[in-house]
């Protein structure tokens, strides 16, 4: 068996998942008449407290539809410098919506309010104007953001009449390591992006939510990025399972990330980024001088381990349903072995 540490995308679908796909009720979503997919949005908009949802086919889809959706040509959209919006979707807001992304920092107590409120455009004949402010949490950095700090900047959003979209592609992750209801962060803005396929273990699919209003304008957009899917209630049936079974699992993929960090600490010169352990991610710095990062790739593989390669000289190890602790266990005990025979 393969212990696959590159993402939480890796997940497979359960076997009751399979079940319900083979058994869902489908119709023609673009239509309206899936009712396994509106079963689902209705599910997601009660379980996160907004008026609408809508099933898309991915993460990226859904926030480049939240930009499409809020946004004019030649908006600003202020965004996190470390976020997936930026950081992870090939350039799409400057493809798809013609925005201009523009950065504010997020420290590790969160977004500088006071930073932040100098960064929104006034009226001047030279400024674009702000047309959406993004914030992430989870964020891509492992970290969560405190409600305080999200309630801070949705404040300061609404007080200039600036809408907010949540990427919280990992945000039942998020409300777990904070100890409060998804809802409460769902709610820090206006509009919310949520994934399936990660921890979650749905095999397709993300939803976006928001007001009435919004999703019926970003179901049109949906339409025109060629995101309006037929009989999806094949897909929605696993989103289903998602949402009322695998939420409460997220438990032990963030222990077991932290007994993760733990075990990496026994490696000589393996420096975990304690700070960022928050959820599932487990990021760590391990020198060249120990192992090179295509020795440790390539040795791993050969035992049956898949990692990803350093970002930014870091390596990010994932724990999700397919990861155990025996599982662990295997992987620090091939590390050291790795790491012995380098030098
Ligand atoms: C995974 C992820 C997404 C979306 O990814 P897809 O692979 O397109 O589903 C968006 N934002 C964050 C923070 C993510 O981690």
Known sequence: MLIDLRSDTVTQPTQTMRTAMANATVGDDVYGDDPTVNQLERLAAELLG????????????????????????????LVGDDCHILMHEVGAAAVLSGVQIRTF??????????????????????????????????????????????AAVYSL???????????????FNAALALGVDAKKIAAQGDSVNVCLSKGLCAPVGSLLLGTEKFIKKARKNRKLMGGGLRQAGILAAAGIISLTEMISRLEEDHRNARYLATRLEEIDSCSVLRNRLDINMVFF???????????????????????SGTENGEY????????????????????????????
Not at 118 to 136: K, N, S, V
Request: hydrophobic share 40%; with cysteine.
């Open 285 to 307: 710095t391990l020198p060249e001088s120990v192992i090179t990062e295509s020795a440790l790739i390539e040795g791993l593989l050969k035992k049956n381990i898949k990692i």
């Open 50 to 77: 907004k008026e609408a949802a809508l099933f898309v086919p991915s993460g990226t889809f859904g926030n480049q539809l939240a930009i499409m959706t809020h946004t004019q040509r030649g908006n600003e959209v």
């Open 105 to 150: 920092p997020v420290l590790n107590d969160g977004v500088d309010v006071e930073k932040l409120a100098l960064m929104l455009r006034g009226e001047d004949i030279h400024f674009p104007d702000t047309g959406l402010i993004c914030m992430e949490n989870a964020q891509s950095s492992g970290k969560t953001v405190s409600l305080a700090n999200m």
């Open 157 to 171: 959003a609404q007080s200039q009449n600036i809408p907010i979209h949540i990427d919280g592609a990992r945000i």
């Open 316 to 343: 990010r190890f994932v724990t999700n349903h397919g990861v155990n602790s025996d599982d662990i266990d295997w992987v620090i005990e091939s590390m050291k072995t790795l790491v012995s025979h380098y030098s």
